[in-house]
């Protein structure tokens, strides 16, 4: 079955602090999206990226499609960052679905 | 912006009763989708919809769930007799077409089943 791999997959960080994560997957992807969900439990929409690159705010995003791996990139941290952020992909011969990756936790520290 | 909504945001319910989770997609998308999210672990895919019938379903929708559009805007997912493990957030997720385009998740359903 197609696999995504999250890591890492706890992240402490200081406020003010740049980090990235990446996403792993075993096959031709697509669509990869990436969420962040919050501590609520909601999933927020980031990107849909299934190659290229993309910013918003603090946050980028770039998938190497051939290389078969997303980074996401958060710079300058701050405490409403903290949550789980997931990868997600759709693999077309694998169906019409998306598969979750096991996510990264991240907690901002003040 | 046109967004997927979810009602209730929160249902508790006594194990073996019947519960019907609503959605309401974004009006121009034609797939509809269920995750569901147990606690700590990773988003699951459910189940696809389209065109008034299911189009796939993973190994976890068995006879108890089904779903259904009522109607041109609802979409519900229902679970017969609940058991203390379908104890999750249910998310509900939309798509303009099949396969490669961005899928829009609502805020989600906790279910606690007690």
């Known amino acids: 079955g197609i696999q995504v791999e999250q890591s890492p997959p706890d992240l402490i960080l200081q406020e003010g602090a740049n980090s990235t994560l990446r996403c792993n997957f075993s096959d031709s992807v697509n669509n990869l999206q990436w969420f962040h969900q919050n501590p609520w439990g909601q999933l927020i929409n980031l990107f849909y990226?299934?190659?290229g690159t993309k910013q918003n705010g603090r946050l980028s995003a770039t998938t190497v499609a051939t290389e078969r791996y997303s980074l996401l990139y958060i710079s300058s941290s701050q405490t409403t960052d903290s949550g789980v952020y997931f990868c997600?992909?759709?693999?077309?011969?694998?169906?019409?679905?998306?598969?979750f990756g096991g996510g990264t936790r991240v907690l901002v520290k003040p | 912006e046109p967004e997927v909504t979810q009602t209730p945001s929160h249902q508790v319910t006594q194990m073996g009763q019947e519960v019907i989770l609503r959605c309401v997609p974004i009006s121009n998308h034609l797939y509809f989708y269920w995750y569901r999210q147990i606690l700590g672990q990773k988003v699951e895919f459910l189940v696809s919809f389209y065109n008034n019938e299911i189009s796939e379903k993973s190994e976890i929708f068995d006879d108890q769930f089904s779903v259904e559009r009522p109607d041109g805007s609802n979409f519900t997912l229902k679970i017969r007799s609940t058991k203390l493990e379908d104890s999750a957030m249910y998310f509900c997720?939309?798509?303009?077409?099949?396969?490669?385009?961005?899928?829009?998740f609502g805020q989600g359903t906790r279910l606690t089943v007690v």
């Open positions: 997720a939309s798509t303009t077409r099949e396969g490669g385009t961005e899928a829009f």
């Open positions: 990226i299934p190659s």
């Open positions: 997600a992909v759709l693999i077309k011969a694998a169906g019409n679905k998306l598969t």
